[in-house]
């Protein structure tokens, strides 16, 4: 089946416009993590939502960030008023169930950068 | 918060060698240790992962192994291909928070033929 997609999957952008990256995680996945890969880094954990609990908000590095994820499924991420550290690679995750199942499938990123 | 470490940052093998990368983690409730691989400009993918109710686990040429006590888990990937060179991260969670995983810096792998 289809598996976590992205999009877009560049983007360049001027500092200080705000941006939207989007999630499509797979079909029937409660959770979904946004996490944050900078260049020659490890991969950041920003965001974390199961079903319709509240999100974990708790990996987010400023007010700047937020999400949302509409009907339990797509999520965007919104960064407002984009500073050049905030370029990285922006990745989605989902898995099944968190309690019973492991696994975190990616997706391929959206590579954010702020000119 | 959960802080884990990852050595060597890279690693350099001839084809048929073994490859071990090793990591720690802080969280002694952590439970969960999973080992992704990510090729350039891919998605990172699941390779192999361990529970902390087991000391090891092998998969064909790839094997893990946590030790608890010590806080440390390893990758061992044996008779090394041109296929392995990736950048490799292991992570680290726990139930209680839904899995959230805490990802090592990398290890970035180069097997020479």
């Known amino acids: 089946g289809a598996g976590v997609s992205q999009s877009p999957s560049n983007k360049v952008t001027e500092k200080g416009k705000d941006v939207e990256l989007r999630c499509d995680p797979i079909?029937?996945?409660?959770?979904l993590y946004w996490y944050r890969q900078s260049l020659g880094q490890g991969l950041e954990f920003l965001i974390y939502?199961?079903?319709?609990?509240?999100?974990?908000k708790s990996g987010l590095p400023s007010d700047r960030f937020s999400a949302e994820r509409t009907g339990g499924s797509v999520s965007t991420l919104t960064i407002q008023r984009t500073q050049q550290e905030d370029s990285a690679v922006y990745l989605c995750?989902?898995?099944?169930?968190?309690?019973?199942?492991?696994?975190?499938?990616f997706g391929p990123g959206t590579r954010l950068t702020v000119t | 918060g959960e802080n884990v470490e990852q050595h060597p940052s890279t690693l350099s093998v001839q084809e048929g060698d073994s490859a071990v990368i090793k990591c720690t983690y802080s969280?002694?409730?952590?439970?969960?240790f999973p080992w992704y691989k990510q090729e350039l400009g891919k998605r990172p993918q699941l390779i192999i992962d361990?529970?902390?109710?087991?000391g090891e686990k092998k998969d064909q040429r790839i094997a893990v192994t946590l030790n608890k006590t010590a806080k440390h888990f390893s990758l061992h990937i044996t008779e090394t291909q041109p296929e392995d060179s990736a950048v490799y991260f292991c992570?680290?969670?726990?139930?209680?928070?839904?899995?959230?995983?805490?990802f090592g810096a990398g290890t970035t792998v180069t097997v020479r033929a």
């Open positions: 969280d002694s409730a952590s439970n969960y």
């Open positions: 079909s029937g996945h409660t959770a």
């Open positions: 992570a680290a969670s726990r139930r209680s928070n839904d899995y959230k995983l805490s």
């Open positions: 939502f199961q079903g319709n609990s509240a999100p974990d």
């Open positions: 995750a989902s898995s099944l169930r968190p309690q019973s199942s492991y696994e975190q499938y």
């Open positions: 361990i529970r902390s109710n087991v």
